[in-house]
């Protein structure tokens, strides 16, 4: 039971984060591309609770920034000029789901005044609305990613199980064969042959089916050898009895078997495939400017003076860290409760 | 050593697949190195098909694997476009590198999370336990990328170990004593940087495996006669936990070699990563294939190596050879 709440809680937060992705142009202050040329690489908006003269506002405020005399590149506040951050304010166009064009955001200033939550990278653009675009392209590329992988898995695992004969000695060397190498060298192989300058939609849904593609042979063992003991129960045995056909008997009664299987491969499988958009955006063979990802946000880091400089930068690296260790734990989770079913039995 | 055998030539099998497997995906792409000659106005369509024609690209799929097997028993593994020269060589001196990498860091990471692993058994839901599980949870979540990155960032802050590369600039006309030292401290950065990122798994593995052999029967019933702790630990419960950790190993081997890929291209340490890279982006096709056969040749050795050790270590497996 412990496990179950654990799960619960775990699917909860998960959930959460996803939700706050896909709304992502809600939650952000301005467009994923806006730039504010002026200012470069500029360190998080400073809020302030208190008013000029010193006392307690209820409504944070954000001053207006003035370049310091004769030092180009460093700011400061003009405290005089000070705006309040507004809640439910119309800002920015974007498509909510890509189906209704809004101009509703959480929060914002009004103008000239700007709030940069999480700084602004070389090209002014607000890091944190990149990071929340962002995480539309990492987060779902690797929940894509990894029901592609399922798909491709349990469908050869279950048929190669069910049939078995030459149908499940072809599709295990071919695992064998999956597994025999190294999966980001695999990785990058085949995005080797793939064009290299493409649109970022294209090239998200390119990284989805090299991604997924090159992960099936796991789970595809793991499903053949569910399907390969529970295809001897009885009532599989009685169904087919009854005449039941092939394609029934698998969805009907043996995929059911392997959704257990299916879940935890999947807690683990998403951070795996969430790392590697990161990684091949990071190296430049994922999705490319202006579009945010993670990865690419991070590429930024490449350069010496950002890494050693500008601190925000690392904040697509560091909100990786929270929601991988949610994966592990959903995982592992899961895994308890399985091994403690099992034991029940 | 029928058993070894045959492993052998499964193995030999499995690397023919890898390049079958690799020259179809090759073919089943779209775009090629002639592609960016063909958009150079320089260069005229001509002359782009007598290279095509030298280079034996427009051949079809089946003579094109011919002739790469046949210069892959040669020892050439094909011929770069970009470099003009047969890959093996090429490839000879990255792989070397890559290799150095990635064993001292199996080496080491197995030599830290082998005790760690057993100690965090030992005391099983003592405080040692309980903050290794908790570091090994967030080791687990922290991106091999971001350690990098990080230890990039406390090189270059503390200017206590190079910022990239695998030797100094000037370590070239010195003796074989300088170049070693230099190359080993340019080893630091990357090897830990794997070490860390290895260690939570193996460490996992250690302590599940050795609990398990600790909770068995004849563990009891050695501990009722009063066998010493570190007794039972290295006599009896560890030999019984290695098996799965053998298994491990020829794995761990893979996921290191995953791994070292990206570790070198962010901290341009010149093994396989960088030089696979530059040729995808080059569109340079053999060197591409040499790479992943290499990294797979690797895998496979390693594997080979756990199988041999399982060989040593199980009895069980020798004795099944004699029925």
Known sequence: ?345 | MRYLGHRLVQSLFLLLGVSVLSFIFVDLAPGSFFDEMRLNPQISSETVAKLRKQYGMDQPLPVRYMRWLKSTLKGELGFSFAYDAPVAPLLRSRARNTLLLTGSATLLGWLIALPLGILSAEKRKGWVDRTGTITTSVMLATPDLLLALGLLLFAARTRWLPVGGMSALDSGGQGVWQQTRSTAVHLVGPVVVLVLGSLPILMRHTRAAMIEALDSPYVRAARAHGVRRWRILFRHALPAAINPLVTLFGLSLGSLLSASLLIEVVMSWPGLGPLLLEAILARDLYVVIGAVMFASLFLVCGTLLGDLLLFVADPRIRTDELV
């Open chain 1, 1 to 345: 039971m412990k496990q179950n709440r654990k799960i619960v809680v775990l699917m909860i937060c998960l959930g959460g984060v996803h939700l706050v992705s896909l709304f992502a142009g809600f939650f952000s202050p301005y467009d994923f591309a806006q730039q504010d040329r002026d200012f470069p690489y500029l360190s998080p908006s400073q809020i302030h609770f208190r008013d000029a003269q010193g006392s307690v506002r209820w409504r944070p405020s954000v001053c207006l920034l003035v370049e310091r005399p004769g030092d180009s590149g460093a700011y400061d506040e003009d405290k005089k000029k000070c705006f309040p951050v507004r809640f439910f304010v119309r800002g920015a166009e974007y498509r909510l789901l890509g189906l209704f064009q809004l101009d509703w955001h959480l929060f914002g200033v009004s103008p000239p005044a700007k709030i940069f939550l999480v700084g602004t990278d070389g090209y002014g653009r607000d890091v944190f609305s990149r990071l929340l675009y962002g995480s539309q392209v990492s987060l779902f590329s690797g929940l894509m990613a990894t029901v592609l992988s399922l798909a491709v898995g349990a469908l050869l695992g279950m048929v190669a199980g069910y049939y078995g004969g030459w149908i499940d000695a072809v599709v295990m060397r071919c695992t064998e064969l999956f597994l025999a190498l190294p999966w980001l060298y695999l990785l990058f192989a085949l995005r080797a042959f793939l064009p290299l300058h493409i649109s970022p939609i294209l090239a998200f849904l390119l990284l989805i089916a090299v991604i997924g593609v090159v992960g099936w042979a796991r789970p595809g063992r793991l499903i053949r050898g569910v399907v390969l003991s529970g295809k001897e129960n009885q009532y599989v045995l009685a169904a087919r009895l009854f005449g039941g056909s092939d394609v029934y008997l698998m969805r009907r009664h043996l995929l059911p078997q392997t959704y257990g299987i299916l879940l935890t491969q999947a807690a683990l499988l998403i951070p795996q495939y969430i790392l590697a958009e990161v990684t091949l955006s990071f190296l430049g063979l994922g999705v490319g400017e202006p579009a945010p990802s993670w990865g690419n946000m991070l590429a930024a880091l490449q350069q010496y003076s950002v890494l050693v400089s500008y601190w925000w930068m690392w904040a697509p690296g560091v909100v990786l860290i929270p929601v991988f260790l949610s994966y592990g734990l959903l995982a592992s989770a899961m895994q308890a409760r399985a091994a403690g079913m099992t034991r029940e039995e």
